[in-house]
């Protein structure tokens, strides 16, 4: 499974990419509003630190506006993804961006009828919200399971992006259920290196080591 980073914060993104373990980047306009800088300008750095898909946003309503952001947004870097909406004007956009070169991830999507959909309509990534179905008490990693079923099923092509990860745990689930790709926080991401026998296991290593070279003093 990959490694998404779901952050606009440039810091966040280096470290991850330093680590070496990060497959690709997700934004949106909220990333984008706590950073509280011009998009265009942030993907571009976000590409430069990348090597993965970036997924940027559309905001427009109608396919026309999709089709024209996302052009506008392809030409910042080859591995720039085109974010739309699950709507039908986003499949729209979807089936004309798709024809013309230019990946897109189906967002926003709840159900997997949804996402038979996103698939039909050619969509490289589609992205289930997980913990927003959470949210409504829902469980969503079971959203996950319904749609790899379904992809397997008829052979799609669509990769699963699991989206809207809170935890450790969700990633776990997703990665178990065959989610392709899971996007998360920096704070999650930075959780999962995280176990507190990890820790405890150095501390004795290293309190053994000192004390073996007391005893090697000694002699
Ligand atoms: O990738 C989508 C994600 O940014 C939404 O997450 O936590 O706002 O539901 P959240």
Redesign the pocket.
């Known amino acids: 499974m990959k490694i998404f980073i ?1 952050s606009a914060n440039l810091d966040e993104i280096r470290k991850a990419a330093n680590i070496g373990i990060l497959d690709g980047c ?1 934004t ?1 306009p ?2 984008i509003l706590k950073e509280g800088k011009d998009y265009k300008k942030t993907l571009k750095e976000i590409c430069g630190i990348v090597k993965g898909h970036v997924s940027a946003e559309t905001v427009s309503l109608n396919a026309e506006g999709m089709v024209k952001e996302g052009k506008e947004f392809a030409k910042i870097a080859k591995n720039i993804v085109i974010k739309v909406p699950m709507t039908p004007e986003g499949m729209k956009a979807c089936r004309i961006l798709t024809k013309s070169g230019i990946k897109v991830n189906t967002t926003l999507v709840f159900s997997a009828n949804q996402a038979l959909l996103a698939a039909k309509a050619g969509s490289y990534l589609v ?1 289930p ?1 997980i ?2 179905l959470d949210d409504i008490g829902e469980k969503g990693t079971e959203l996950i399971r319904e749609i790899r079923q379904v992809y397997d099923n008829y052979g799609f092509k669509s990769l699963i992006l699991a ?2 990860i ?1 935890n450790t745990e969700h990633v776990k689930e997703v990665a178990m259920l065959g989610a392709d790709i899971a ?1 998360m926080p920096f704070k999650v991401y930075e959780e999962l290196f995280n176990h507190k026998l990890t820790d405890a296991g150095i501390k004795k290593f290293l309190d053994d080591w000192n004390k073996l070279q007391k005893e090697l003093k000694k002699k």
Do not use: E, H
């Open positions: 779901d997700t949106n909220t990333l992205s919200f913990g927003r989206a809207s809170r996007t």
